[in-house]
């Protein structure tokens, strides 16, 4: 397996801007998760889903950002209206929950810049 | 989830073990013991995760002690490679579907 994909690996925008941050999860897992890392607050949970279903959303910073899952195999993390705040690098992770370890595999991120 | 506490870095020579500690006095019955790394520019990788048993796996071993309260990361044989932000996480699985808090994890820097 590929592991799990994310795009683009970097995007630079103007604030103002609509953003979207693409995952692939890995093939088989049921649940995904949505990090946003800087280096003030570090790594922080935004969203996880279950089976596609938004579990937890509260650490979605303000209704700027939303997250999507139409299907096991796709999730968007969209900003909009971007700010330069918004920059960091947002990582996508999947995992089967319910298996022997609850691993969780973490994509390479996407380095976003808000300018 | 419990909190813990890491110290903030650590320095090993290359080849020596290196000891992480963690403490987690508020752990709950339920709760596992994780551990995660970052090193520079990636994402987060899983290194090992216990209940109450010792465990061991082929990148480390994770010592817990029998009150639970604090744990231990080791790593065997440490190399200039194990350079990075390790993170001692407690998870309580169930509803919360695997979700990790990370903290401020502790910076290994190894040195040859």
């Known amino acids: 397996d590929a592991g799990v994909i994310q795009s683009p690996r970097h995007e630079v925008t103007e604030m103002g801007q609509e953003v979207t941050l693409r995952c692939k999860p890995i093939s088989g897992h049921n649940s995904l998760f949505w990090y946003r890392q800087t280096m003030m607050r570090g790594l922080e949970l935004l969203i996880y889903f279950n089976n596609n279903v938004p579990i937890d959303d509260s650490g979605m910073p303000e209704d700027r950002f939303s997250a999507k899952m139409p299907n096991a195999s796709f999730s968007t993390l969209k900003i909009q209206p971007s700010e330069p705040r918004d920059s960091a690098v947002y990582f996508c992770?999947?995992?089967?929950?319910?298996?022997?370890?609850?691993?969780?595999?973490f994509g390479p991120g996407t380095r976003l810049t808000v300018l | 989830d419990a909190k813990t506490t890491q110290p903030p870095s650590m320095d090993c020579a290359e080849g020596r073990a290196a000891n992480l500690p963690c403490n987690h006095s508020t752990i709950s019955g339920n709760e596992y013991v994780y551990w995660y790394r970052q090193i520079h520019s990636q994402g987060p990788q899983y290194i090992i995760h216990?209940?109450?048993n010792n465990e061991t796996n082929e990148m480390a071993s994770l010592i817990i002690t029998e009150d639970r309260k604090s744990s231990t990361l080791i790593l065997p044989h440490a190399t200039l490679r194990d350079t990075a932000v390790y993170y001692c996480i407690v998870n309580a699985g169930g509803t919360s579907y695997g979700k990790l808090t990370f903290g401020q994890g502790t910076i290994l820097t190894v040195h040859p």
């Open positions: 992770a999947s995992s089967l929950f319910g298996g022997a370890t609850n691993e969780q595999f």
């Open positions: 216990g209940l109450k």
